[in-house]
Nanobody, 121 residues
Framework: VQLVESGGRLVQAGGSLRLSCVAS????????MGWFRQAPGKEREFVSA??????YYSDSVKGRFTIFRDNAKSTVYLQMNSLKLEDTANYYC?????????????????WGQGTLVTVSS
């Protein structure tokens, strides 16, 4: 499975952004899809994941971010609202077909290259 993210850019605090991740392969609907982020000098952290219609969020983004998927387009999205300075990071899309859900980065088999989100004041 190959994952390609897009949508990252510079945005002002309080603004919104939608990230996309397109996956190759014909079994996209079977995959748990996740979003992680990594800020400079920090560990890669879990943001959100979606399995068969069930979404999971980290406490830091709950209520502001929404993950959803379009299986017909093999795409998972991350809608980010009310962006904060601390949301600045490289955002990575991840996929795995072994777990119904997990927030552990080591559980994800496939990763994209990342897309940079910069939130300015």
């Amino acid at each position: 499975v190959q994952l390609v993210e897009s949508g990252g850019r510079l945005v002002q605090a309080g603004g919104s952004l939608r990230l996309s991740c397109v996956a190759s392969g014909r079994t996209f609907s079977r995959y748990l899809m996740g979003w992680f982020r990594q800020a400079p000098g920090k560990e890669r952290e879990f943001v959100s994941a979606i399995s068969a219609g069930i979404a999971y969020y980290s406490d830091s983004v709950k209520g502001r971010f929404t993950i959803f998927r379009d299986n017909a387009k093999s795409t998972v999205y991350l809608q980010m609202n009310s962006l904060k300075l601390e949301d600045t990071a490289n955002y990575y899309c991840a996929a795995d077909d072994r777990f119904p859900t997990t927030a552990i980065k080591y559980d994800y088999k496939y990763w994209g290259q990342g897309t940079l989100v910069t939130v300015s004041s």
